[in-house]
């Protein structure tokens, strides 16, 4: 894109800082994400700004990449530099918008905005697959539906689009306005209504009329015959409605079997064979058919393109593979926009710096093959991707000299010709159009686990992380407690969504757990809780700064120090005020200020201690106890070595019950994984982790039988049991059996028979309509593992850290 400043800055009052000299500048995307490699001279950066985040932090790093233009709004901010330009406007997030209209008042074509509670996504992929023989199509990449997400998506129309499928989602009132221009759509599809997403609303009434702003200017609209959404209509729009109940309206489908019986304007019948049968599945068969027959589709072409249609895999995912490796598994779709997206997943999640790609064919209505995979090359290389193999005749054909690596035909070539031994410590993603069957690979590279996963919401832990940092002072620096492998979820992808969010420290225990996180490539300092002696050579050699507790460890610290001529080393004082556990108690404190005095090899970083009761109302003179001593030791050191360290005693229930003490820093543990020492706490935070698996058979039992050792349960009546294929050695509590143990099967309770075995247990499911297959919940959003713990008196921290090694995580955002 050409950008004339004078007519930009006018479009956007943006009033411009530093290179005053250009009069027009060529950009070829715009980022607001500071992660993306693409980042560089042809980036427009928004310096967006939201209530945990703020953009304008990353200018730095965005400079050093070569980034020259900034939309900003805190001038305090801006860094000065020659070649460097900002335009400085009121909010970044009305600029972005703004500056998205501008660029879609640009194009002159069908436009169809889509929007609804349920079913965005799968209706804009299939309308994708649907129109791309006739179309070259513009779409809203994953489900980029935002406040930015929208935007973003708009910035992509270019000259060689037709049509634009754009999805548009609100979470409160007021902000479809600001999307409504952005989209501008000619045709508009509103999906299922649901209760869903109501929160941000006063009502439903409220939450439907907001979603038809889009439509204020829209001719056409298509949507389910429902009494809701003709209330709230534009005055000016033509309704076209379906329905799978009213034969009045001008689609009416009826189901039978795996066949959809459809009547159009009453008078044209035809039969449509149906990929899927669970009803969102039909309802958004019905939006898509009456949209092709809309756009004047023949009878013929809509049959024999809806019974292609395919399941939409809405989330990215991390997985664990064979050989150290991890595998981003996206073999589902491959057009070129949702190249990007993966790329930069891959760089946002990997845990391995070497970086590989599966790719196949990629798609892209509207460019020629010849300049499309220089794209993707272009991509390719920006991405820094170490290994390339291609799969697929086209890219074989056009990416030869370029792309580079290895090329196979097709998919079962690659799998003869390669071993999946050859992957070793690399991140893998695995992107292919569902056609060339990628879900092959992806199976040979996982880890051969059963089928028992750790899912591991990051959105939900970086929803935590905000939570507690609210109730902190902007200054306060926050500590997050990572150890016993990210209290069991996984330490490496988590750490690197908190250096993303610029946490101050990262806490382990041993000094191997920190080495790991280096060698993923984790900058962010890490204070080793646990030094052992034995590991003082190694903390120096990977940047790991020790807690000292002790003057053994110190003397002996020191001495490892010295003979490296290391100059003030970090380490970080512990002071005992009540846990005795570790840490210098109050008649050590002159010795150690003492030692410390003479010495210019290390420099004491932070002073703390530890609470033990927290969490505990009734300990409170207690804990207020430790706070004292705590401020009293502190202080003498302070004074006595003429220091000014980061003082920080707060865990995760001190920061709820105490923040009055947060001083310059707290530890964050636990509640970053979702749990709570309190109901009040918990109810604000978002469940991170679900242990799931899948049923392995379903067998019926006589009354009197008995389900496994020892007998330990004896059917009352004829019972219906589903055996589980995860055990104590998974690391579910064997007494948790015997307490009340439930799992939930399709959301329903199923009881625990019996004692829990090593790698299986079974469940009661005479009441619940389950197959061999069906998904079984062990603990996550609907059981918590505070209902666990309580049950087998123990507490959460012992059941999330329990999890066994062998069960495979997986991470996502949603
Ligand atoms: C584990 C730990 C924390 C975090 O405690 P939570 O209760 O999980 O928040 C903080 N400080 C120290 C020293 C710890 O060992």
Same mark, same amino acid.
């Given at each position: 894109m050409n950008i004339v400043t004078a007519d930009f800055c006018a479009y956007l009052h943006a009033e411009v800082v530093g290179d005053k000299e250009v009069e027009h500048f060529e950009i070829h995307r715009v980022s607001v994400d500071s992660r993306t490699l693409l980042n560089d001279s042809t980036t427009l950066f928004f310096a967006l700004v939201g209530p945990n985040h703020d953009g304008h932090a990353y200018i730095e790093e965005l400079i050093r990449l070569g980034v020259t233009y900034f939309v900003v709004s805190d001038q305090s901010k801006i860094i000065q530099q020659p070649g460097v330009t900002y335009f400085v406007v009121q909010d970044t997030l009305h600029a972005l918008q703004q500056a998205a209209t501008w660029h879609r008042k640009k194009f002159d074509i069908p436009v169809v905005g889509i929007t609804g509670s349920r079913g965005k996504t799968v209706v804009k992929e299939w309308l994708n697959f649907l129109l791309s023989n006739e179309y070259s199509i513009i779409k809203s990449p994953k489900s980029y539906n935002s406040q930015t997400g929208v935007p973003l998506s708009v910035f992509g129309m270019a000259e060689q689009h037709t049509i634009g499928l754009f999805e548009v989602g609100i979470s409160t009132i007021d902000e479809m306005k600001h999307l409504q221009p952005i989209v501008q759509p000619t045709l508009g599809i509103i999906t299922s209504l649901t209760s869903e997403?109501?929160?941000?609303?006063?009502?439903?009434?409220?939450?439907?009329?907001?979603?038809?702003?889009?439509?204020?200017?829209?001719?056409?609209?298509?949507?389910?015959?429902?009494?809701?959404?003709?209330?709230?209509?534009?005055?000016?729009?033509?309704?076209?409605?379906?329905?799978?109940?009213?034969?009045?309206?001008?689609?009416?489908?009826?189901?039978?079997?795996?066949?959809?019986?459809?009547?159009?304007?009453?008078?044209?019948?035809?039969?449509? +064979?149906?990929?899927?049968?669970?009803?969102?599945?039909?309802?958004? #068969?019905?939006? #898509?058919?009456?949209?092709?027959?809309?756009?004047?589709?023949?009878?013929?072409?809509?049959?024999?393109?809806?019974?292609?249609?395919?399941?939409?895999?809405?989330?990215?995912?991390?997985?664990?593979?064979?050989?150290? #490796?991890?595998?981003?598994?996206?073999?589902?779709?491959?057009?070129?926009?949702?190249?990007?997206?993966?790329?930069?997943?891959?760089?946002?999640?990997?845990?391995?710096?070497?970086?590989?790609?599966?790719?196949?064919?990629?798609?892209?209505? !509207?460019?020629?093959?010849? +300049?499309?995979?220089?794209?993707?090359?272009?991509?390719?290389t920006s991405y820094q991707i170490g290994k390339v193999i291609c799969i697929g005749e086209e890219i074989g054909q056009y990416g030869k000299d370029s792309i580079a690596m290895r090329f196979f035909a097709s998919t079962d070539e690659f799998l003869q010709k390669v071993s999946m031994?050859?992957?070793?410590?690399?991140?893998?993603?695995?992107?292919?159009?569902?056609?060339?069957?990628?879900?092959?690979?992806?199976?040979?590279?996982?880890?051969?686990?059963?089928?028992?996963?750790?899912?591991?919401?990051?959105?939900?832990?970086?929803?935590?992380?905000?939570?507690?940092?609210?109730?902190?002072?902007?200054?306060?620096?926050?500590?997050?407690?990572?150890?016993?492998?990210?209290? !069991?979820?996984?330490?490496?992808?988590?750490?690197?969504?908190?250096?993303?969010?610029?946490?101050?420290?990262?806490?382990?225990?041993?000094?191997?757990?920190?080495?790991?996180?280096?060698?993923?490539?984790?900058?962010?300092?890490?204070?080793?809780?646990?030094?052992?002696?034995?590991?003082?050579?190694?903390?120096?050699?990977?940047?790991? +700064?020790?807690?000292?507790?002790?003057?053994?460890?110190?003397?002996?610290?020191?001495?490892?120090?010295?003979?490296?001529?290391?100059?003030?080393y970090p380490i970080h004082i512990k002071v005992e005020t009540g846990m005795h556990r570790h840490g210098f108690v109050v008649q050590e404190l002159n010795e150690l200020i003492a030692i410390l005095k003479h010495s210019n090899s290390v420099e004491v970083k932070s002073i703390f201690s530890h609470l033990s009761s927290s969490d505990m109302d009734i300990y409170q003179d207690f804990t207020l106890g430790q706070m004292e001593l705590f401020e009293k030791s502190s202080t003498y050191i302070k004074e006595q070595l003429q220091i000014q360290p980061i003082l920080h005693i707060l865990n995760t229930s001190g920061i709820f019950n105490y923040a009055s003490y947060q001083m310059d820093m707290v530890r964050l543990g636990i509640g970053l994984y979702g749990i709570g020492n309190d109901a009040g706490e918990m109810k604000q935070l978002r469940n991170v982790g679900t242990l799931k698996t899948r049923i392995m058979q379903v067998k019926e039992i006589d009354t009197a039988e008995s389900v496994g050792y020892g007998r330990r349960f004896r059917a009352e009546h004829p019972t219906k049991i589903a055996t589980v294929p995860i055990g104590y050695a998974d690391g579910i509590h064997r007494v948790w059996g015997s307490n009340g143990g439930y799992v939930l099967i399709q959301n329903q309770k199923a009881p625990i028979t019996g004692s829990i075995c090593m790698d299986m247990l079974m469940v009661d499911v005479t009441a619940i309509n389950c197959r061999e297959g069906d998904e079984v919940i062990i603990f996550g959003e609907d059981l918590p593992t505070t209902i666990i713990a309580e049950a087998i008196h123990t507490i959460p921290y012992e059941i999330i850290t329990s999890v066994s090694q062998r069960v495979k995580r997986i991470f996502f955002e949603e």
């Open positions: 997403h109501q929160d941000g609303f006063e009502n439903e009434e409220q939450k439907i009329r907001e979603k038809m702003e889009l439509f204020v200017h829209t001719p056409i609209i298509l949507g389910e015959k429902d009494s809701r959404i003709i209330a709230a209509l534009p005055p000016t729009t033509t309704f076209i409605t379906w329905s799978l109940t009213d034969s009045n309206s001008d689609l009416y489908g009826q189901v039978k079997g795996d066949k959809l019986i459809v009547l159009y304007n009453k008078v044209e019948t035809f039969t449509v +064979e149906l990929p899927f049968t669970d009803e969102f599945a039909v309802r958004n #068969c019905m939006t #898509c058919i009456l949209t092709m027959l809309v756009m004047k589709y023949p009878v013929e072409a809509i049959q024999a393109r809806i019974k292609k249609l395919y399941a939409v895999e809405l989330r990215l995912q991390v997985k664990k593979g064979i050989n150290n #490796c991890s595998i981003i598994d996206d073999a589902y779709s491959s057009d070129f926009q949702s190249l990007s997206i993966a790329l930069d997943f891959l760089e946002k999640h990997r845990s391995n710096a070497n970086k590989t790609v599966i790719l196949s064919d990629v798609f892209h209505s !509207g460019l020629e093959p010849k +300049e499309l995979y220089q794209q993707v090359n272009h991509l390719l031994d050859e992957f070793v410590d690399e991140t893998i993603l695995v992107k292919g159009a569902r056609g060339f069957r990628f879900d092959k690979i992806v199976s040979l590279l996982e880890e051969k686990t059963h089928e028992t996963v750790l899912e591991i919401n990051l959105t939900a832990i970086r929803h935590n992380l905000n939570f507690y940092r609210s109730k902190l002072k902007p200054e306060t620096k926050t500590m997050v407690m990572v150890k016993a492998f990210g209290y !069991g979820h996984g330490s490496v992808e988590i750490a690197k969504l908190l250096e993303h969010e610029k946490v101050s420290y990262l806490g382990v225990a041993f000094a191997d757990e920190g080495i790991a996180l280096r060698k993923a490539g984790i900058k962010t300092n890490i204070i080793v809780m646990n030094p052992e002696i034995s590991a003082f050579s190694a903390m120096l050699a990977y940047d790991l +700064e020790p807690e000292i507790y002790s003057i053994r460890e110190l003397q002996a610290f020191l001495q490892i120090v010295r003979e490296k001529n290391a100059y003030q």
